[in-house]
């Protein structure tokens, strides 16, 4: 081909491209922060192979691409077959960083960066190279851009941070995602997707009500860092979500306290005051302390605040108010230091800790105000 021509067909290609619907959609890795898809068509199993890899998707070159590494590529996306592997961009250039060269696949690999290659982001390729898969099935891309390629919401809620989750599918069909296999970590990948902060419940109890529109995905497994619900690995299209009811997530920016915190209480206790001493929480019917490993003033000041005590005017460590009971019930507390209850800040999880008794939290707050 000349190369005029060949730029003609490019040019044409990313004019479709930049007017077409959408230019991403994901399905199967379990690889933490790892994602697979193909860009740039109307169709799910065919386009521009892109890895998401280190927070931004990047291209794979096509030196030495062929027929058993798209089947890889099919296989790990649920395509079935391969049916064409092109070394060069036919749906159009991609952009960003060039994250694998030289793939050679045996073909039994379950992810495409398992296969050979030179080593991640080591090439001596351009974007005029890039890999492309034909596979076999054909799945209708919806309209939109990534984010809401299948839009999602959460309904039902007090606020768009807490309940179950909707997808829009063609712009019309409301559908849910059943909460067969639905954890905290596939929550936790929804909660930052909506900036709602990090995940407090994934519930499956119909808390929030049931929707309508027959289910679109079930068994979602994400492992929590993936870069939306659409990029974790799950079922498409179940004929029904079988005693599932709709997945719902509630998530820290909400407010609203999950079933497991409604009698959660906090105290200061071995002090003349009831505004400083050790912090015990109250939680699943027992008190506990908090471990004094990252704790410092804007978790303080959320205590403070919590029970009525003003600011904060210290954060301290190594149980100067004694060291309880030797139950630890958080650690390493994350609070922004505008939150306003102690649980919604980030922490290891309920009584998980690496502390001694020892290494227990105490606080001096200001006094009532
Ligand atoms: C809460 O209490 C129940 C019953 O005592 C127990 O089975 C469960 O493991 C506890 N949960 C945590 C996080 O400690
Ligand atoms: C109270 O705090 C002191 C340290 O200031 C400690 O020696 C003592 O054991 C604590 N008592 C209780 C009941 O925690």
Redesign the pocket.
């Known amino acids: 081909m000349p190369p005029t021509l060949f730029l003609t067909v490019v040019a044409g290609m990313l004019c479709y491209v930049s007017s077409g619907p959408d230019s991403s959609t994901t399905i199967a890795p379990i690889t933490p922060g790892l994602s697979l898809r193909l860009a740039d068509t109307y169709n799910y199993c065919e386009g521009r192979v892109e890895i998401y890899y280190e927070g931004a998707w990047g291209t794979v070159c096509g030196n030495n691409w062929d027929i058993e590494d798209a089947r890889v590529v099919c296989r790990q996306l649920g395509c079935g077959d391969a049916v064409a592997a092109f070394p060069w961009p036919k749906f159009g250039e991609g952009s960003g960083r060039i994250l694998l060269d030289n793939v050679q696949c045996k073909g039994d690999e379950a992810y495409l960066w398992e296969c050979e290659n030179r080593g991640w982001g080591i090439h001596d390729c351009t974007h005029e190279q890039d890999a492309t898969v034909l596979c076999q099935d054909e799945i209708y891309k919806p309209t939109g851009t990534v984010g809401d390629v299948l839009s999602l919401q959460l309904v039902g809620g007090p606020n768009e941070c807490a309940g179950r989750i909707e997808v829009t599918y063609f712009a019309s069909w409301r559908t849910v995602v059943c909460s067969k296999g639905w954890d905290l970590n596939d929550a936790e990948v929804v909660c930052r997707q909506f900036g709602c902060g990090h995940a407090l419940a994934a519930l499956g109890n119909g808390l929030f009500g049931s929707g309508q529109g027959g289910p679109l995905m079930t068994n979602v497994d994400c492992s929590g860092d993936e870069y939306d619900l659409l990029s974790c690995p799950y079922e498409y299209r179940p004929a029904t979500c079988g005693g599932y009811p709709d997945a719902a997530v509630i998530c820290s920016d909400s407010g609203v306290a999950p079933p497991d915190l409604q009698d959660f209480a906090i105290q200061l206790?071995?002090?003349s005051n009831r505004c400083e001493g050790?912090i015990e929480v109250y939680y699943n019917g027992t008190w506990g302390t908090v471990c004094d490993d990252d704790w410092d003033m804007n978790d303080a000041q959320v205590v403070c605040r919590e029970i009525g005590c003003g600011d904060a005017i210290s954060a301290l460590g190594e149980?100067?108010?004694?060291?309880?009971n030797g139950n630890i019930w958080l650690s390493n507390l994350q609070c922004k230091g505008t939150e306003s209850h102690l649980w919604q800040c980030k922490h290891l999880g309920w009584g998980t800790h690496g502390c001694h008794s020892v290494e227990v939290a105490g606080i001096i707050c200001k006094g009532l105000p």
């Open positions: 206790v071995n002090s050790r149980a100067p108010f004694g060291e309880g």
